[in-house]
């Protein structure tokens, strides 16, 4: 899974709330313009592409794709909230 940023400030931009990869596609509807031979964007079609998952979404999110990062990663608990230090006997943590 990749993560591409193009800035070390904080980015905000569209992310998968599964991967977190902002690596996101929209698909939508154009007109041109004939005059100015520019593209004018009438639709932004729903349910975007994520390009990690291979797959669509059911939506975006916006904000920072670090914060998916932390986020996650204390979701599967690799950043421990608080120590706990166990029981000898096999019983439950005592918390600290």
């Not at 800035?7 to 313009?33: M, N, R, W």
Request: proline fraction near 7%; charged fraction near 30%.
């Amino acid at each position: 899974m990749s993560h591409k940023t193009t800035s070390k400030a904080a980015l905000h931009t569209y992310y998968c709330p599964d991967c977190g990869c902002d690596e996101i596609y929209f698909d939508g509807q154009v007109q041109l313009d004939p005059e100015t031979q520019t593209w004018i964007l009438l639709e932004v079609h729903s349910q975007p592409w994520c390009r990690d998952c291979e797959d669509t979404i059911y939506e975006a999110k916006f904000g920072d794709p670090a914060e998916f990062q932390s986020t996650n990663a204390q979701e599967e608990g690799h950043e421990p909230e608080e120590e706990q230090a166990t029981d000898p006997e096999g019983g439950a943590p005592d918390r600290i």
